[in-house]
């Protein structure tokens, strides 16, 4: 799964738009910015986007006090998809659901733990529905990639596991804890 993963990523020739579900989480903010983490190390050319607004307090301040850079996109401006060579999901798996995104968008990547409910159309996909958030999947890349998450990633990732699981108490696996194990040393958590 990670070598494909590398293979796709290298594979992608120019500049990638991770793309976040609509109104994005504290999960799919962190997951969409750990993935441009691993891209840009493969010699990726990366930009993080969504649509819609970071309307939560807590979540606008994830992004402000973890200093991640995230575009939002408009639907109107349909010039704003051209800089890009290659997309990627997270946190969702359609083009065109819970995303401003045509439809027709080819997509390249898809990371998600949310069961789809239409076939899963990508170069590469990943939808591990037997864990509680997509930041657990980004951690597992981590791991297996042995890359040492930057301290602010993983602030993200830990947040975004509390925040998809309601503090372990919804749908939570045995990946999630690990993973939020994992991530404690690197978080800044009080």
């Known amino acids: 799964r990670t070598r494909k993963l590398q293979h796709v990523l290298h594979d992608i020739d120019g500049h990638l738009a991770?793309?976040?579900h609509d109104n994005p989480d504290p999960d799919a903010i962190a997951s969409a910015v750990a993935l441009g983490d691993l891209a840009e190390r493969t010699g990726c050319s990366v930009t993080v986007c969504y649509y819609g607004d970071i309307s939560h307090q807590e979540?606008?301040?994830?992004?402000?006090?973890?200093?991640?850079?995230?575009?939002?996109?408009?639907?109107?401006?349909?010039?704003?998809?051209d800089p890009f060579d290659g997309f990627a999901l997270v946190d969702h798996s359609q083009p065109g659901v819970n995303d401003q995104l045509p439809p027709s968008t080819p997509i390249d990547i898809v990371i998600d733990h949310h069961p789809p409910r239409l076939p899963v159309d990508a170069?590469?996909?990943?939808?591990?529905?037997?864990?509680?958030?997509?930041?657990?999947?980004?951690?597992d890349y981590y791991r297996r990639l042995g890359i040492?998450?930057?301290?602010?990633?993983?602030?993200?990732?830990?947040?975004?596991?509390?925040?998809?699981?309601?503090?372990?108490?919804?749908?939570?696996?045995?990946?999630d804890f690990t993973a939020s194990a994992e991530l404690v040393s690197s978080a800044a958590v009080d």
């Open 59 to 81: 979540n606008r301040a994830l992004v402000n006090l973890l200093e991640f850079d995230l575009v939002s996109l408009e639907p109107e401006d349909s010039e704003a998809l």
């Open 18 to 20: 991770i793309v976040a």
């Open 123 to 139: 170069r590469y996909v990943d939808l591990r529905s037997g864990v509680g958030a997509t930041s657990t999947l980004l951690v």
């Open 148 to 175: 040492e998450i930057p301290d602010a990633i993983a602030t993200g990732l830990l947040f975004g596991i509390r925040v998809d699981t309601k503090d372990f108490r919804r749908e939570a696996s045995a990946g």
